[in-house]
């Protein structure tokens, strides 16, 4: 995997004709574990035979919720290409991690900027919550479920929660294997999604 971003997406392959898997990374938080998580997702896809592209909201441009948001709305060029992209993508993979009993409102901003109504309708998602409680963001996975279904995005019910995600994630990989399962089974059903 490229660590070179363009439009905020890491590179892929354009050996598959699908547009690929997009994994969004869900905090702005620099070096966060929702990113690692990320890219581990990213291996996992590529091992099933699906490209995939990351987009890390740390890497937004930093006046978007200014310059991309409401009246705004079309007039941010970096955000504008960020959008662009995000229109031809058909499945994405959403890594959220839990942030005051929900998740990060960059990730909501980030929704805002979409074109309404019509930005998410119709694409497909999976959901993966982590938290460094026991709960694995389960409330923050509610909260984003119910906000998807409003806009029409059709999310897998297989929803992975991630609990205690600082004891079971090490060095990029796994070390639980009942959490290993769940997401190459998440994966799977992505990919036929």
Known sequence: MSSESTLLFTEAS????????????????????????????QLLL????AE?????????????TVSALYHNNGKSEG??????????????VFVVPEYNGSFPGVLKAFIDGLPYPNGLLNKKAALVGLSSNPHGAALALSHLNDIFSYLGMNTLALRVKLGQIRTHF????ITNAFY??????????LIDF
């Open 14 to 41: 354009t050996a598959d004709t699908k547009p690929p898997v997009v994994i969004i990374s869900g905090t702005n938080r620099p070096d966060s574990t929702s990113r690692q998580l990320a890219n581990y997702y």
């Open 46 to 49: 590529r091992r099933f035979g």
């Open 52 to 64: 995939s592209v990351i987009v890390d909201l740390h890497e937004l441009p930093g006046d978007f």
């Open 79 to 92: 955000f504008n290409q960020v959008r662009q992209q995000l229109d031809k993508a058909e499945k994405f």
């Open 170 to 173: 090490s060095e990029g990989t």
């Open 180 to 189: 290993q399962e769940l997401l190459e089974l998440q994966a799977r059903q």
